[in-house]
């Protein structure tokens, strides 16, 4: 009885999960687990990123950090003497619980593995002496998280809490960019990980741009382009990938 008892605490969220709906406009905070140059890159080249924070779905259910989103290269453009390469890829999968959840999913953000390493820091530097739960840290993008029980504060402003593994805060719009705020009618506190409320495009790459997020046609195909030489994404960079249209998981 014990025995079955125990085999059903472990079942049931799994249950719950997979009949659950991920929402539009939840952003998943993920970090590559390969680098990526487009010297070596292939079209059709599986990639991974693994989730780094809890995401909070709706009480009860949960993506837990660790989840691994995959997908694969789509096209790459070598550099030329005149032009930077292009390297084009689309995260099509979240690995839940063993399961294989199609997604279709944005790029909100990119951050280097420098800028994500630097964001987990204390802005005093390393100190032995404090605990990492009392660290003052600086997100990527400005905003900065009092841990011990102060908030994520934009100036002034308190945007959110954090948490043991990141930060829950309410997305905002970054004015002059195509960045929304909360979409879907999805106003909840959400997963960020290492990275500001407003955090918007490239942080740390110095000729990277995003030359197509995967907002619009050909949906969930996200392109990145060097101003000049090779597209070169390292392990560890973080990215925000935000949910454009996500079915219900298999049941």
Avoid at 63 to 81: F, L, N, Q, R
């Amino acid at each position: 009885m014990k025995r079955l008892l125990w085999i059903s605490l472990i079942i049931f969220p799994a249950q719950l999960f997979a009949q659950s709906e991920i929402p539009g406009g939840t952003i998943l905070p993920v970090a590559f687990n390969a680098s990526l140059n487009s010297r070596k890159v292939k079209p059709g080249q599986v990639i991974t990123a693994r989730v780094m924070q809890d995401v909070p779905l709706s009480p009860g259910s949960t993506i837990h950090a660790g989840a691994e989103v995959t997908g694969h290269v789509i096209d790459v453009k070598p550099a030329t003497g005149t032009a930077g390469a292009q390297l084009s890829l689309r995260f099509d999968t979240l690995l839940v619980s063993k399961r294989r959840v199609p997604i279709i999913t944005n790029v909100r953000a990119l951050a280097s593995a420098m800028a994500v390493e630097d964001a987990q820091v204390p802005e005093s530097g390393p100190d032995r002496g404090t605990s990492k739960a009392a660290w003052t840290t600086n997100q990527i993008g400005g905003e900065v998280v009092y841990r011990g029980g102060g908030p994520v504060a934009n100036g002034l402003q308190s945007v959110g809490e954090p948490t043991y593994d990141g930060v829950l805060v309410h997305i905002s719009g970054k004015p002059g960019t195509e960045c929304r705020g909360e979409i879907e009618d999805n106003d909840r506190l959400q997963a960020l990980w290492v990275f500001s409320s407003d955090a918007c495009g490239i942080y740390g790459f110095a000729d990277l741009v995003i030359v197509h997020a995967g907002r619009s046609n050909p949906a969930g195909e996200i392109t990145l382009a060097s101003e000049r030489g090779d597209v070169n994404v390292k392990a560890g960079s973080g990215m925000l990938l935000r949910v454009s249209k996500m079915p219900e998981f298999p049941k």
